[in-house]
T-cell receptor, first 114, second 114 residues
């Protein structure tokens, strides 16, 4: 069975500082990997995705993530955080089998200090 | 504008009553999904449907039912058998053609059972 772990429940970062959110997954084959962002009381918006090819993936809002097969990780990074990046971030792994069910991590809430 | 609509945004019901949450999409997507979100637990899959008139149970289907009579619509009924129905419910859809199979999410419905 597939699973996703986001070890950090909360992260506080100063505006302008760099941000890295950790994601570790368990999946028997090459996974589809996603990062979504959620503002309070809203739906989820896709930041970026990895299917194959280049292991460094660029997304929207200046985010990037790197797929490391040897570490079963897909960490999300942003070089300089803006106050509007305060939100909850979810990593997800998708099955390549029929249904493409997503399994989500528990989420990391990011607080941005002025 | 294309997108996913969930209504209502907030829903209150008395314990023991069934309640139906609406999800409509005009993206012409074949697959649709229902997730439940509780604080600190990420999203958990309730039901999904890959095609009209067909659906499968997800990880936490007990106490829920769905129908898929039209491609655009995937309503979720929370029955009185669901022991702890108060939660944030998210609907998603996905095109099944092509390789870009990320899920697109609606704005969610917050259900409170009193």
């Amino acid at each position: 069975a597939q699973s996703v772990t986001q070890p950090d429940i909360h992260i506080t970062v100063s505006e302008g500082a760099s941000l890295e959110l950790r994601c570790n997954y368990s999946y028997g084959a090459t996974p589809y990997l996603f990062w979504y962002v959620q503002s309070p009381g809203q739906g989820l918006q896709l930041l970026l995705k990895y299917f194959s090819g280049d292991t460094l993936v660029q997304g929207i809002k200046g985010f990037e993530a790197e797929f490391k097969r040897s570490q079963s990780s897909f960490n999300l990074r942003k070089p300089s955080v803006h106050w509007s990046d305060a939100a909850e971030y979810f990593c997800a792994v998708g099955a390549r089998a029929a249904g493409n069910k997503l399994t989500f991590g528990g989420g990391t809430r990011v607080l941005v200090k002025p | 504008d294309g997108g996913i609509t969930q209504s209502p945004k907030y829903l209150f019901r008395k314990e023991g009553q069934n309640v139906t949450l609406s999800c409509e999409q005009n993206l012409n997507h074949d697959a649709m999904y229902w997730y439940r979100q509780d604080p600190g637990q990420g999203l958990r899959l309730i039901y999904y449907s890959q095609i009209v008139n067909d659906f499968q149970k997800g990880d936490i289907a007990e106490g829920y039912s769905v129908s898929r009579e039209k491609k655009e619509s995937f309503p979720l009924t929370v029955t009185s058998a669901q022991k702890n129905p108060t939660a944030f419910y998210l609907c998603a859809s996905r095109p099944t053609s092509g390789v870009h199979n990320e899920q697109f999410f609606g704005p969610g419905t917050r259900l409170t059972v009193l």
